[in-house]
DNA sequence: TGGGTGACCATAG
DNA sequence: ACTATGGCCACCC
């Protein structure tokens, strides 16, 4: 691994990245599966440099623990995030996932060290 | 070095 | 049901 001075972020970018077209995961699911010592926030923190990176970070795949899109507002804009979601077959109502349950993506059991 | 911030989460009243 | 608060930990100045 090299050594950058965002390590962190680099893995939760490598997550990000590998959550499937129409599933979604939620920041402390990534953070657990990083270590329970990371905070759920610092995912989040990462996410907000997301657009930055020179890679695609599919950050509308990533939602908080209720379902909800809470960083839409830090997309380009605010509609995008929804519709991305909806065109993967998942479906957006009042800024929440419906049948999150259904399409909730766990790096933790999905990936399984 | 230290304080402020945050796209979260859980608990308490 | 809602708001308030603390904990969490990496990043930036």
Do not use: C
């Amino acid at each position: 691994m090299a050594k950058t001075k965002s390590d962190f972020f680099e893995q939760v970018f490598q997550v990000v990245r590998l959550i499937p077209k129409g599933r979604v995961t939620s920041y402390g699911a990534i953070a657990n599966y990083l270590g329970a010592k990371s905070s759920s926030r610092v995912v989040g923190y990462a996410m907000n440099v997301a657009h930055s990176q020179k890679e695609y970070i599919p950050a509308h795949r990533v939602l908080n623990r209720n379902g909800q899109l809470t960083g839409k507002n830090h997309f380009n804009n605010p509609y995008l995030m929804q519709e991305l979601l909806e065109k993967e077959g998942i479906k957006v109502e009042n800024d929440a996932v419906v049948n999150l349950k259904k399409y909730y993506w766990d790096p933790v059991i999905e990936l399984k060290l």
